[in-house]
């Protein structure tokens, strides 16, 4: 009898998953609870991520699923390449940083999902990326230049160099991101879901 029960069970979890890799689970009366959006390798994009993502930059939702996919896809790399992971106390800081930014209702799952994707992609930056970012002196003499040219009452070169430095390195580090998401892109397949009618 109880192994009757635990295979009745274990179709209930498996039809249940299914339904969620198919593209929804409602709750009755027409309530989406999640659904899928997209696959990146086989692996699916959920909707509360999307949402997430939404809320925490302030995105139109199809921009929001692409950088969920970028997310997605960084996190896979991140996670394969380092293998230090983060502690549960850092795990659980991270968490309710993510709910004070999103605000309420978003689930405790979603939210570490997030979290553990967001603290994986930002070791990987920093062990891998940040190191390959070079700034020049000269170009810091440059760009002070250029600024000086357009306002005359700029301060001294002294002042202004440690944050024009910075400002540059950021840039240069964005736009090292930017080429290994777009790699990234290229080695992966990324199918989205339909919308349903």
Do not use: C, H
């Not at 930014?101 to 997030?114: Q, Y």
């Not at 306002?151 to 390195?169: C, H, K, N, T, Y």
């Amino acid at each position: 009898m109880r192994s009757k029960r635990s295979g009745r069970r274990a179709v209930f979890v498996i039809l249940f998953g299914m339904i969620q890799a198919a593209g929804g689970f409602y709750a009755g009366a027409g309530t989406l609870i999640e659904r899928t959006l997209a696959f990146v390798n086989r692996k699916p994009v959920l909707y509360s991520d999307v949402m997430l993502t939404r809320a925490l930059l302030q995105l139109e939702e199809t921009d929001a699923l692409e950088r969920t996919i970028d997310e997605s896809l960084m996190f896979d790399e991140a996670s394969r390449l380092l293998n230090d992971p983060p502690s549960e106390d850092t795990i659980a800081r991270a968490v309710l940083a993510l709910q004070a930014k999103s605000g309420p209702g978003f689930t405790a799952p979603a939210l570490r999902r997030k979290a553990l994707a967001q603290l994986a992609i930002s070791n990987y930056i920093d062990q891998r990326l940040r190191p390959l970012v070079r700034v020049e002196d000269a170009e810091v003499r440059k760009a002070f230049n250029e600024r000086v040219v357009n306002d005359p009452q700029a301060p001294s070169f002294g002042l202004v160099a440690p944050s024009i430095r910075e400002a540059l390195e950021r840039r240069s580090l964005d736009q090292k991101i930017e080429e290994w998401v777009a790699a990234l892109r290229l080695r992966v397949e990324i199918r989205r879901v339909p919308p349903r009618p």
